[in-house]
């Protein structure tokens, strides 16, 4: 099964070379306190970068619409939002509000380099910020 990733620009290209292994969940503590429980993968169903609603917003750092990861993940490591949101989150429901979440996918652990089938950029197939349009057959 091929899933998707959206990022910035410059995150891809790290990204191409070391593979996805930065994600995490934002989640309360037993405090009250956000927390992030970091070794999880945000992916999507989704290809089209208009139906990412939640990249539409830039963050303090960076847009995330900018960039399409096309990954083929180890499925033992893959499980739906929709099934784990509860199970992982007390901010479930205000994370779920950034979009299609019907189409979320999270991975546990690391995709690889080798995993990685595709980077397209939002408004060009050409490289930008030195980041190559990669593809795999």
């Not at 099964?1 to 990204?15: C, P």
């Not at 750092?61 to 949101?85: F, K, S």
């Not at 007390?90 to 995709?111: E, K, M, R, T």
């Amino acid at each position: 099964m091929r899933l998707y990733h959206f990022t910035s620009a410059q995150a891809a290209e790290s990204i191409r070379r070391t593979g996805l292994s930065r994600g995490r969940v934002v989640t309360l503590a037993q405090s009250g306190m956000r927390e992030v429980i970091p070794g999880w993968q945000w992916l999507t169903t989704m290809p089209a970068f208009d139906a990412q609603t939640w990249t539409t917003k830039e963050s303090k750092y960076r847009n995330r619409g900018q960039a399409r990861i096309e990954v083929v993940p180890d499925l033992r490591c893959c499980y739906r939002w929709t099934d784990m949101r509860h199970r992982i989150s007390a901010l479930a429901d205000w994370l779920s509000a950034g979009g299609d979440y019907w189409n979320w996918w999270l991975h546990w652990g690391s995709i690889r380099p080798d995993q990685i089938m595709e980077i397209r950029l939002a408004d060009s197939a050409e490289p930008v910020h030195g980041v190559p349009v990669l593809r795999r057959a």
